[in-house]
């Protein structure tokens, strides 16, 4: 191998200028919107996406078409960007379909021929932010586990932001579908996770409009499922940073026997390995978000890493923020249970730790345990 070569195989980790700006202006943003109390209001009621904030980070930001080729009305960004704005979604757990939409409906329709009429145009309405859509599949299934049925009928469970897309995409048997909203039968869900609700979609006579045969459909979710499931590590560093952060912020004011808690050598040795997580947290997160911007055929190995191991690091770090909050952390008024409910639910989020070992184990020619 060449040292050129090398430098080419060598992932990047580090966050550019551009990357760096572009976080100061997401975290800008959502202050005034994603504050404890409008986030349970809005969890607690019908409609828990802020519209007003999914409008000035999709549409008048332009996050909404990172990916999205500027040629088609995007930003002509790369996964790099995309890693930077869901770890700060996940640092605010803002209510926005980002991860859903903007990364794994768009990155689908990516991989069909965007230049014809019907995928060209329902991208340029993505990637303006004021249209969503969703993937009709489980939130669950994970890109290489995902299964689909045989036509456009029946029932799917557990979509994820269904209820709230304009746009659904069904993939089956037969090809991919481009399905109105407002045609299919939607069925609120009640979630773990109340600020990403799940629905059921019933599909029965409905229409759509063909986008793609069975093959190409196919190999377009998996790749919609790969780029959000390792887009999904970047937002579980978000909550795991945001846990960790605030955990020794309160450990260093609440006092106990007239010191502070966090002068204790014992909660000294769990904050330091919590740390240590999640600093391998984020190298995996940004392994996996260089690996889908370069188009590496490591790509599935770095984002069944990083899925693996960040899934388990937000738990972590979350139900460490609960427990040294203390009674405090255990209430409804603090923010720690949102953030404990978002990595829960994300843990089983297209495909489980034990799903990407095993394809860990599969991709490197071993044997899963």
């Given at each position: 191998?060449?040292?050129?070569?090398?430098?080419?195989?060598?992932?990047?980790?580090?966050?550019?200028?551009?990357?760096?700006?572009?976080?100061?202006?997401?975290?800008?943003?959502?202050a005034d919107r994603t504050d404890t109390p409008s986030v349970l209001s809005r969890a607690e009621s019908a409609t828990p996406y802020d519209s007003g904030l999914w409008?000035?980070?999709?549409?008048?930001?332009?996050?909404?078409?990172?990916?999205?080729?500027?040629?088609?009305?995007?930003?002509?960004?790369?996964?790099?960007?995309?890693?930077?704005?869901?770890?700060?979604?996940?640092?605010?757990?803002?209510?926005?379909?980002?991860?859903?939409?903007?990364?794994?409906?768009?990155?689908?329709?990516?991989?069909?021929?965007?230049?014809?009429?019907?995928?060209?145009?329902?991208?340029?309405?993505?990637?303006?932010?004021?249209?969503?859509?969703?993937?009709?599949?489980?939130?669950?299934?994970?890109?290489?586990?995902?299964?689909?049925?045989?036509?456009?009928?029946?029932?799917?469970?557990?979509?994820?932001?269904?209820?709230?897309?304009?746009?659904?995409?069904?993939?089956?048997?037969?090809?991919?579908?481009?399905?109105?909203?407002?045609?299919?039968?939607?069925?609120p869900l009640t979630p773990l996770d109340l600020t990403r609700p799940l629905a059921a979609v019933g599909l029965d006579?409905?229409?759509?409009?063909?986008?793609?045969?069975?093959?190409?459909?196919?190999?377009?979710?998996?790749?919609?499922?790969?780029?959000?499931?390792?887009?999904?590590?970047?937002?579980?560093?978000?909550?795991?940073?945001?846990?960790?952060?605030?955990?020794?912020?309160?450990?260093?004011?609440?006092?106990?026997?007239?010191?502070?808690?966090?002068?204790?050598?014992?909660?000294?040795?769990?904050?330091?390995?919590?740390?240590?997580?999640?600093?391998?947290?984020?190298?995996?997160?940004?392994?996996?978000?260089?690996?889908?911007?370069?188009?590496?055929?490591?790509?599935?190995?770095?984002?069944?890493?990083?899925?693996?191991?960040?899934?388990?690091?937000?738990?972590?770090?979350?139900?460490?923020?609960?427990?040294?909050?203390?009674?405090?952390?255990?209430?409804?008024?603090?923010?720690?249970?949102?953030?404990?409910?978002?990595?829960?639910?994300?843990?089983?989020?297209?495909?489980?730790?034990?799903?990407?070992?095993?394809?860990?184990?599969?991709?490197?020619?071993?044997?899963?345990?």
């Amino acid at each position: 191998m060449t040292a050129e070569t090398a430098a080419e195989a060598t992932p990047d980790l580090l966050y550019s200028e551009a990357e760096d700006d572009l976080r100061s202006a997401v975290r800008s943003l959502p202050a005034d919107r994603t504050d404890t109390p409008s986030v349970l209001s809005r969890a607690e009621s019908a409609t828990p996406y802020d519209s007003g904030l999914w409008r000035a980070l999709g549409a008048e930001m332009g996050l909404a078409g990172l990916l999205v080729p500027e040629k088609l009305g995007g930003q002509g960004a790369s996964h790099r960007e995309a890693a930077v704005a869901l770890e700060e979604i996940g640092r605010t757990v803002a209510p926005v379909p980002y991860l859903t939409s903007s990364v794994i409906a768009t990155e689908t329709l990516l991989a069909l021929n965007a230049e014809s009429g019907e995928v060209g145009s329902l991208l340029r309405e993505l990637a303006s932010g004021h249209r969503t859509a969703a993937l009709v599949v489980p939130f669950s299934a994970g890109p290489h586990s995902v299964r689909l049925p045989d036509t456009l009928a029946g029932t799917v469970s557990a979509v994820a932001d269904a209820a709230t897309a304009d746009v659904l995409l069904v993939p089956t048997g037969q090809g991919l579908y481009a399905v109105d909203a407002t045609g299919a039968t939607l069925t609120p869900l009640t979630p773990l996770d109340l600020t990403r609700p799940l629905a059921a979609v019933g599909l029965d006579a409905v229409s759509g409009t063909l986008l793609a045969d069975a093959a190409t459909a196919l190999a377009a979710v998996r790749r919609g499922l790969l780029a959000g499931a390792g887009l999904l590590a970047s937002e579980q560093l978000g909550v795991a940073e945001w846990c960790l952060t605030e955990t020794v912020a309160y450990t260093r004011e609440r006092k106990q026997f007239n010191r502070p808690v966090g002068s204790f050598q014992a909660l000294k040795h769990r904050m330091a390995q919590l740390w240590l997580e999640v600093v391998s947290a984020r190298a995996a997160a940004r392994n996996a978000a260089d690996a889908l911007a370069t188009g590496s055929p490591e790509a599935p190995l770095a984002v069944a890493v990083a899925q693996a191991y960040c899934s388990g690091v937000a738990v972590r770090a979350a139900e460490e923020c609960v427990q040294l909050h203390g009674g405090i952390g255990m209430t409804w008024e603090h923010p720690a249970h949102l953030y404990l409910k978002r990595a829960k639910s994300a843990q089983i989020a297209l495909g489980s730790a034990g799903e990407h070992r095993a394809s860990i184990a599969a991709l490197a020619g071993l044997q899963a345990p």
